[in-house]
Structure formats: structure tokens, C-alpha cells
């Protein structure tokens, strides 16, 4: 079956600008979650999604937004951006905790 | 508060030598237990997971872990390394109750040398 697809792979925004990105979980799959990978702060939970509802925020300023649909696609949403959030963002999708994560590919974002 | 330490930040092991990459987590509450690999410029790939049951779990490529309750590890071991094996590889826990997120240590670099 189909893995977790990420698009776009890569993207380069401009300071000040805005950037969604999008996230296909797993058929089946109602929880996705995203992270935030750097090579100064390691993986961070951003935000976990279950059946269109935020279930669960980590700590990041409220430049960072996403949401589920109906379908259990995800996108994430960050305004404003800046230098630091130039990164690598993963989306996972699961059925629950105790059945694992599948991670996608990443989008791979650079802010100049 | 719950963390997860990796204690070695880079280990280089010979092609066919064994390895062990070191976890320890700090948690007042009952854990799920991962160790996921990235190799570059790629996402996380799911290596093995402790759920419950036996504390000694294997992958299907030759490396296993083992939950030690008591000293609070899931070190992962590889009786014999090959050079694809060279990636990053990071230890994540989950709460059995609660919070549905992953909380990652800070990864172990893997460099195996022929």
C-alpha cells in the first residue's frame, strides 16, 4: 500500500512570506502528526491531527498552523516566516501510539 | 519531565564488528519504546518498536533492541555491521496514556568503515 506522501520535496521562500505544505497519510490512517527537523534542535513535535481535530500542540509560536480534512489529508501552514525555519518537516501518520509511526520523505524548506 | 538521551552522538564501528547505540529515557509513565533510521536526505523509516510483551525485539534486517525496565534503556544492537547500515538512527518514546506524539533523542551517526 501507498507510504505517506509529502509534497513538495523541496521549497525555498522568502523571508516575511508563507508557505503550506501537504501531507497524504496512509489509507486508514486518521492520526498525522508533524515534526520539525534541524541540525540545532534535533526532531520537535510540531502537531498531531485525529479525525480533523487538534489533538495535541507542541512548543512552537503561533506561526505554525495546520489542519486535517475530512479525508485525513493534513497540511501545515506557517506565515511570516523566517531564517530559522529553514528545516526539514516530517509528517507521520498512525491508527494510534501503540501501532507506530510511518514518516514521509520531508519537505525540505529553506527561508532566504 | 520525560526525556529520551542518546549517549553517543557519532559511532564509528568496522565493516562485520558488532555495535550497540545506547537509549535511555526518563518517564513517569508507562512507554511505548522506537528506534527509527534516516539515511540522507530521506524521512524516518521505522527500524523496531517495544509495545508490551517481550522485552527483546528484532528487525527484519538483523539489528535488535531490548527493553530493560528497570535501568530505564532500549539499547540497539547489530551483531555484525554492513556499510548500509551508515545512517543516522534515532530513539523515540510515546506514552502509553495521553499524548499521541513521538519525543526523539538526539540521534546517533553511524559510520561503518571497510
Known amino acids: 500500500k501507498a507510504g505517506v506522501t509529502q509534497t513538495p520535496r523541496y521549497l525555498i521562500k522568502t523571508r516575511g512570506q508563507q508557505v503550506t505544505l501537504s501531507c497524504s497519510p496512509i489509507?486508514?490512517?486518521?492520526?498525522v502528526s508533524w515534526y520539525q527537523q534541524t541540525p540545532g534542535q534535533g526532531l520537535q513535535f510540531l502537531f498531531e491531527?485525529?479525525?480533523?481535530?487538534?489533538?495535541n500542540k507542541g512548543n512552537f509560536p503561533g506561526r505554525f498552523s495546520g489542519r486535517q480534512f475530512s479525508n485525513s489529508r493534513s497540511e501545515m501552514n506557517v506565515s511570516t516566516l523566517e531564517l530559522g525555519d529553514s528545516a526539514l518537516y516530517l509528517c507521520?501518520?498512525?491508527?494510534?501510539?501503540?501501532?507506530?509511526?510511518?514518516f514521509g520523505s520531508g519537505t525540505r524548506l529553506t527561508v532566504v | 519531565a520525560q526525556s529520551v538521551t542518546q549517549l553517543d552522538s557519532q559511532v564509528p564501528v568496522f565493516e562485520e564488528a558488532p555495535v550497540e547505540l545506547r537509549c535511555n529515557y526518563s518517564?513517569?509513565?508507562?512507554?511505548?519504546l522506537f528506534w527509527y533510521v534516516q539515511y540522507p536526505n530521506q524521512g524516518l523509516q521505522l527500524l523496531l518498536k517495544?509495545?508490551?510483551?517481550?522485552?527483546l525485539v528484532e528487525s527484519i534486517n538483523g539489528f535488535e533492541a531490548e527493553f530493560n525496565k528497570s535501568q530505564t534503556s532500549f539499547h540497539l544492537r547489530k551483531p555484525s555491521v554492513h556499510i548500509s547500515d551508515t545512517a543516522e538512527y534515532f530513539c523515540?518514546?510515546?506514552?502509553?496514556?495521553?499524548?499521541?506524539?513521538?519525543?526523539f533523542g538526539t540521534g546517533t551517526r553511524l559510520t561503518v568503515i571497510p
Open positions: 507521520a501518520s498512525s491508527l494510534e501510539a501503540g501501532y507506530g509511526y510511518t
Open positions: 489509507s486508514g490512517h486518521r492520526s
Open positions: 491531527y485525529f479525525s480533523e481535530t487538534q489533538r
Open positions: 518517564s513517569s509513565v508507562s512507554v511505548y
Open positions: 517495544y509495545l508490551s510483551g517481550s522485552t
Open positions: 523515540a518514546v510515546t506514552w502509553q496514556t495521553g499524548a499521541n506524539n513521538l519525543f
